[in-house]
């Protein structure tokens, strides 16, 4: 059954995956708060964290020309919704969190939980914690 919450998200996703990376100022408040933040881009704690959401997703969509994104997991609870999500790609084109393009096949794993409230996204816990192939982390042998 889809709730409101999830046609929100069904359309932003739709709308991301179509380059139109402005659709995050429509679907994510205001004051948008990132419980990630203080962890991954400290400096921007306290700002507007909309400009990087759609740098993530920008750079990731340039990084990797053949970016495919599939959501593993969504279950839904009140105002929350939680989705495990798998991004694949071959890094063959910019950098990717300066690391260069390396050619390899990379598979982003992430969970994210969003609290929506007035049909807006408004809070977010969450992130990639497993990347192969990227080059930010030692692999294991």
Partial sequence: MDTPNLKILGAYGARMAG???????????????SHVTP???????????RPHER????????????FE???????ESGDLVVSNWTITGTHSDGDYYDVPPSGRKVTING?????FENGKIVEHWGGPHCMR????????P
């Fill in 111 to 115: 969970t994210a939980i969003l609290r």
């Fill in 55 to 66: 740098t993530f997703w920008e750079q990731a969509r340039q990084a990797f020309p053949d």
């Fill in 39 to 49: 962890r991954v881009n400290p400096a921007a704690v306290g700002t507007d964290i």
């Fill in 69 to 75: 994104m599939r959501v593993d997991l969504m279950l």
């Fill in 133 to 140: 192939g990227v080059g930010l982390v030692r692999e294991a």
């Fill in 19 to 33: 380059g139109d990376y402005d659709a995050v100022y429509e679907f994510f408040a205001e004051g948008f708060h």
